[in-house]
């Protein structure tokens, strides 16, 4: 049973009164303690990491701005029963995995940027991220089921994907005020429809069926530039030097020479996508110390200059997708030491060569889908050791590129959906078993899958294997920690080899979308729904169909009326009869037993 809150604030505080008066509790030399209430205050200390000093039982801990800027593995071990973190304006830019491992009990969360992606609180029902430089929220980034209040107010906000919150299903006030926003789409559905109720605060706290009236209320606070579809041939100069998001997308600049952007470092977007641009030269973005996000998208571009991000110490996410790279541009990313997530989708890409991390060591995600790659080599990933997303669906890839694989061995989403991978042998995914979170292997006509999940074990969360050629299925019994699981639109062969799958469908508590195919009789029935299975070696243990007697309405199976054709006597019609007898829990139970006592009297020979 889960205790409220307040219960172990209350148990907690008793535990501190019974401590011995000689020995004081632990309290950090540049904060306040309040020992009776139970938190620690240490804003504006100028502090670069999570103090250790704080006192185990403490509940509430502000670390309001200070200069932590990485959270390693653990940093909240020592305090295990915070329920309030506050970790604003804390120039936050790297969250390590298990960041905030050990917060059972925390309620409210203030934190910046990158926690999406480090952790998930499911707990947690107040988060708030202001005043933290965060750009882009993408799909399904707000993971938190019981999540009802979210304040992104006063960040650097761009860009806002429809399923951003499709996971927060109790979200009811979302505060993205004081933003740079030019447009919010609708959410998706399974999303809260929220609405801008007032365009000059943008607190949004109503649901209603309507988007955001946000393109007018937002554009003269917003440090905005924009020469979006101008025709201009060349980069156009004089921008403010204010100026956090600069949208030139959709130009005829073709060539973008060194020092284009000058007097301009405060930009942290900037948008090139639709410019027509073939080259961009070396040391073209000169001077944007500040630049986060660098759109290239839909353009033409068929290589890049060593030196093309010089100058870009804050790159974070690049967006080279839907240009025409035949070759992974390999060895433009050393200038760019921040770089997390790079966009290559859509491209013409044949091969992944050996090295082609090399100055991208530190990259987090990395985005393939799309291309036509037929072979990735065992060095291709070579010191990935940070990469926790690889996408490469949509390829033409025939096989699992294992040995590659084993040199990313962080890797925590795997995509390879759409290639025209038949057969996966036994310990394809053995490199990562360790790491491997979700798995997408569906729509890829894959007929036999043999040992393939040996070694993922208890740490696979999501596997989606739908749309594929299966008549049978590997043994699921090790996935202890299978939370989504899609076997949708494949042939299944419901018969005596497919037990394994019918009785791990009934050990786990999930919904396991899978359906038979074959034998014809059973065409359209879920596997779960086959009870057919009791008869296989080994299946006895499984449930039973259900019993005729399930509908009481109706007298039991055995006494029920038959024509009269081995005694010669005449069909007995059932009657309906009421039953007289009082407080009975089931009048039509009574009138099913009084009519087969008179079937039983009417059958007698």
């Known amino acids: 049973m889960d205790l409220p809150v307040t219960f172990w604030i209350l148990l907690i505080s008793s535990l501190v009164l019974c401590v011995p008066a000689v020995q004081a509790a632990k309290c950090p030399q540049e904060c306040f303690c309040d020992q009776i209430q139970l ?3 240490c804003v504006n200390k100028n502090l ?35 329920t309030h973190l506050s970790l604003q304006r804390c120039n936050i830019h790297k969250v390590k995995e298990g960041a905030f491992r050990g917060l059972g009990l925390i309620i409210i969360v203030l934190i910046p940027a990158l926690f999406f992606s480090a952790s998930r609180l499911p707990e947690v029902t107040r988060l708030d991220l202001s005043y933290n430089p965060m750009t882009y929220l993408g799909e399904e980034a707000v993971s938190m089921p019981k999540l009802t209040h979210l304040f992104l107010d006063h960040m650097s906000l761009q860009d806002l994907v429809n399923t951003a919150v499709s996971k927060s299903p109790n979200l009811i006030h979302l505060d993205i005020s004081n933003n740079q926003l030019r447009v919010i789409q609708p959410f998706t559905e399974g999303s809260p429809k929220l609405y801008c109720s007032d365009c000059r605060k943008c607190k949004v706290e109503v649901l209603v069926s309507s988007t955001f009236p946000l393109p007018t209320c937002l554009q003269a606070e917003t440090h905005h530039s924009s020469c979006e579809n101008r025709g201009h041939t060349k980069v156009p100069r004089g921008f403010s030097a204010s100026t956090r998001l600069l949208d030139l997308r959709g130009n005829n600049f073709h060539y973008i020479p060194s020092n284009s952007f000058p007097g301009v470092a405060q930009v942290v977007s900037l948008h090139l996508q639709r410019c027509k641009i073939v080259d961009v030269e070396g040391g073209a973005f000169s001077g944007m110390k500040g630049l986060i996000y660098l759109y290239l998208s839909e353009n033409e571009l068929t290589s890049l200059s060593p030196d093309a991000f010089k100058g870009l110490p804050k790159l974070t996410y690049l967006h080279l997708e839907k240009n025409r790279f035949t070759s992974f541009p390999k060895g433009v990313f050393k ?17 992944l060569e050996p090295g082609i991390m090399t100055g991208a060591e530190g990259l987090r995600a990395l985005y393939l889908t799309g291309n036509a790659i037929v072979h990735v080599s065992p060095r291709a990933l070579y010191q990935a050791n940070d990469l926790d997303m690889l996408h490469l669906g949509g390829n033409k890839l025939k096989e699992v590129p294992t040995e590659a694989l084993s040199k990313a061995g962080n890797l925590r989403d795997l995509r390879l959906s759409g290639n025209s991978i038949r057969w996966i042998g036994s310990n394809a995914f053995k490199p990562l078993g360790r790491s491997l979170k979700e798995l997408y292997l569906n729509n890829m006509g894959l007929e036999k899958v043999s040992g393939a999940l040996a070694g993922l ?17 590997p043994d699921f019994h090790p996935l202890t920690a299978l939370e989504v699981i899609n076997l949708a639109d494949n042939p299944l062969m419901c018969d005596c080899p497919l037990l394994p799958l019918r009785m791990w469908i009934e050990k786990v508590n999930l919904k396991v979308r899978a359906t038979c195919a074959n034998p014809p009789e059973l065409r359209g029935r879920r596997v779960k729904d086959v009870h057919g299975f009791k008869a296989c070696p080994g299946g006895e243990s499984l449930p039973s169909a259900p019993a005729v007697t399930s509908k009481p309405a109706k007298a039991p199976k ?11 006597h005449r069909q007995v019609k059932m009657l309906k009869v009421k039953s007289k007898i009082r407080g009975s829990p089931n009048t039509k139970q009574g009138a099913a037993k009084k009519a087969a006592e008179s079937t039983k009297r009417h059958s007698m020979p």
């Open 39 to 41: 938190t620690v205050t």
């Open 48 to 82: 670069t990491q999570v103090p250790p000093a704080v006192d185990e039982i403490t509940v509430k801990l502000d670390l309001r701005g200070n200069d932590i800027q990485e959270l390693p593995t653990g940093a909240f071990m020592h305090t295990p029963y915070l």
């Open 335 to 351: 200038l760019v030491p921040s770089l997390l997530a790079l966009h290559l989708e859509n491209n013409s890409i044949t091969k």
């Open 457 to 473: 074990g208890p740490g696979l969360r999501s596997l989606f294997l739908e749309g594929n050629q299966l008549e049978e299925v």
């Open 558 to 568: 055995a006494t029920k009326p038959k024509p009269m054709h081995l005694s010669g």
